[in-house]
């Protein structure tokens, strides 16, 4: 799954896009690990605009971003959710955990 | 009661298959002209069911999964997955939000998701046999659409 980063003072957004499902949440995963490791944002703003699809796999994956900011004080911010994916993560109760704009 | 229209397909569990099922059950699901928050639901719960059977019912090994489709008076559809599976040992367990034996890669949400978007949820499992989920949704009239 292609995701662009870019960042401005302390923020960080990624930008996803495509379906996340199982298939590919495995490998997204892994560049979300990666980019964090790297560049330790103390804010992550997750843009999920151009997401056509997302399933509870979707889920896992930014329940492991939220774990992985966690480690070193970071905060998380899931923005420009579309309606398919909104209605998943309100299904979930996910708004409890994870701020969702 | 009789279905007025079926289809089936068996597939392979191999995760590439996940849009396959729910492009096929979208497929199905259109000859009654949902909406496409309707259509989003169908597509979401499919997605669960089938990556349950992949994740769950296949751990070490590939495996078949068949995904039933009908359809029933009154615009009713019927979703079923089947597979061949290990079985799931306790199904309320299983169906508990946040409950996974999947690890950090799964979020636990899977039946919980499905029970949302659907109006009916069934699972039945055998430890050893496998495991069948049969999900129903009923496409509200439109006006001026007739099915």
Known sequence: ?101 | MKAMDQASITFTSRSANEGFARACAACFAAQLDPTLDEVADIKTAVSEAVTNAIVHAYPDCLGKITLRLRLFEGGVLEFQVRDSGVGIPDVDQARTPLFTTGGEERSGMGFTIMESFMDGLKVRSQPGKGTVVTMRKRIARRAGVSK
């Open chain 1, 1 to 101: 799954m292609p995701i662009t980063v870019t960042s401005r003072d302390s923020e960080l957004t990624i930008a996803l896009s495509g379906e996340i499902d199982h298939h590919a949440a495995r490998e997204l995963m892994a560049q979300l690990d990666q980019t964090v490791a790297e560049r330790l944002p103390a804010h992550l703003v997750l843009d999920l605009s151009g997401v056509t699809f997302m399933d509870s796999s979707g889920i896992a994956v930014l329940l492991r971003a939220r774990r992985q900011l966690g480690h070193n004080g970071g905060v998380l911010r899931v923005a420009n959710i579309p309606a398919q994916a909104r209605r998943v993560l309100d299904a979930a109760g996910i708004g409890r955990l994870i701020s969702l704009e």
